[in-house]
Structures are given as C-alpha cells and as structure tokens.
C-alpha cells in the first residue's frame, strides 16, 4: 500500500509527470478509445480540464504522481448537471488503492461542485479491476453496449455504461 496520498486539482507544471501515465495507458489500447498513438497536445487538450470541470492527481508520499483523474460535464447545456469522470494510475503502482481514492475524490468533488449523477459512457467491459471499483463506489451498469471496443487481445467487446446519483 501507499503511505501517505495526497490528492488536489492539477496545475500546469503537473502535465509532464501525467504525460508518461496517460501514454502508457493509452498505448496499452485496452481500456480508453483514445487513438493508441495520440499526439502529446491532443492528450492534454482533452485531459487538462477548465471549470465546470476539473483535473486531479494523486501524489505519493516523495510528491510524485501516481494517479489523475478528470470530471467534467457529461452533455452541454441541460445535460450539463450529469458528471462524466476519466481515471488513470500509473502502472506500476496499480492495485495499490489510488483508483479508489481518486473515485472517492471525483464524487465529491463533483457533489460539491453542483452535479447531481456521474455517467460513465464507456467502461469495457473486460476491465475488471475498473469495474468492481466502480461498482463498490456505488455505481451500477445500465446496460452494455455490444461489441463496441476493439480489445487488442480480445477482439469486440462490450462497453458498460455505469451511473451513480451523487
Ligand atoms: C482502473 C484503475 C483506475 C484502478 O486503480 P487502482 O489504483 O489500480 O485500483 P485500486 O488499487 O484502488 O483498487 C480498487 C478496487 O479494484 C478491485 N481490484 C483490484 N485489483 C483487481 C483485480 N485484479 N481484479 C478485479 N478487481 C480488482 C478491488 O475491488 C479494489 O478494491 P479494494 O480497495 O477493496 O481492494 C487503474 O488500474 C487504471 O488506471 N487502469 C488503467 C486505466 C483504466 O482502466 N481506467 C478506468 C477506465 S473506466
């Protein structure tokens, strides 16, 4: 387990070290639809959040993150109150509990923040560790949408869309 964990909202300098996660991940291709390849600019445009939304990062204990997270509007306009959330830990320090604490963080920072439901719109389904993660955090599954990812080792598989009221 980690020591001690701090978790804030990003600024700027932040981008360097939530670089090589987001990279790594991405590359990975098993999880987020993100183009594999994605060009450094493009992952920060998507990933650095400006209110109503926000970017958080979980730092170990010698101040290095280990973990990010986003929240921001799900839709525009009158579906703007419905949260959308993004997670990704570094690797190599999976497992180690920093998904739930940057999961607890986001819900309350988006309860505090005035949404009033967080949608997940594309959990694949064969993420295990994110799925019971979620759901132990009080999400459910409102339904799965069929062989909408293509997993690279698993071909076509489904995409959970899961919702908790805040
Ligand atoms: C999914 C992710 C955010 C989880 O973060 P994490 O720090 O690895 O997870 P945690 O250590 O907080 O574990 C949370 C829960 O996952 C579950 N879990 C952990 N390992 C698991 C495994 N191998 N299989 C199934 N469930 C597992 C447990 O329920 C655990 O709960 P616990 O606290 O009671 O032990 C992280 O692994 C990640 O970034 N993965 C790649 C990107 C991604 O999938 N993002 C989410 C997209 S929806």
């Known amino acids: 387990?980690?020591?001690?964990?701090?978790i804030r909202e990003t600024t700027e300098k932040d981008w360097d070290q939530i670089w090589p996660i987001f990279r790594q991940i991405v590359a990975a291709?098993?999880?987020?639809g993100y183009d594999v390849?994605?060009?450094?600019?493009?992952?920060?445009?998507s990933w650095m959040q400006k209110p109503p939304g926000g970017t958080f990062v979980a730092l170990d204990d010698?101040?290095?993150?280990?973990?990010?997270?986003?929240?921001h509007p799900n839709q525009g306009g009158n579906?703007?109150?419905v949260a959308n959330g993004s997670y990704m830990v570094s690797p190599a320090r999976a497992g180690q509990g920093v998904g739930r604490a940057l999961g607890e963080y986001s819900i309350d920072w988006a309860r505090t923040h005035g949404y009033r439901a967080m949608q997940f719109n594309a959990v694949v389904e064969t993420n295990e560790r994110?799925?019971?993660?979620?759901?132990?955090?009080?999400?459910?599954?409102?339904?799965?949408?069929?062989?909408?990812f293509n997993h690279p080792d698993l071909?076509?598989?489904?995409?959970h869309i899961m919702h908790r009221t805040l």
């Open 29 to 32: 291709g098993d999880t987020y």
């Open 79 to 81: 579906g703007s109150h």
């Open 1 to 6: 387990m980690l020591g001690e964990m701090l």
């Open 155 to 159: 071909g076509y598989v489904g995409l």
């Open 37 to 45: 390849d994605i060009k450094e600019d493009d992952a920060r445009s």
């Open 130 to 148: 994110a799925v019971a993660l979620w759901m132990s955090l009080g999400f459910e599954i409102l339904t799965t949408v069929p062989a909408a």
């Open 62 to 71: 010698r101040g290095h993150i280990v973990g990010t997270a986003t929240v």
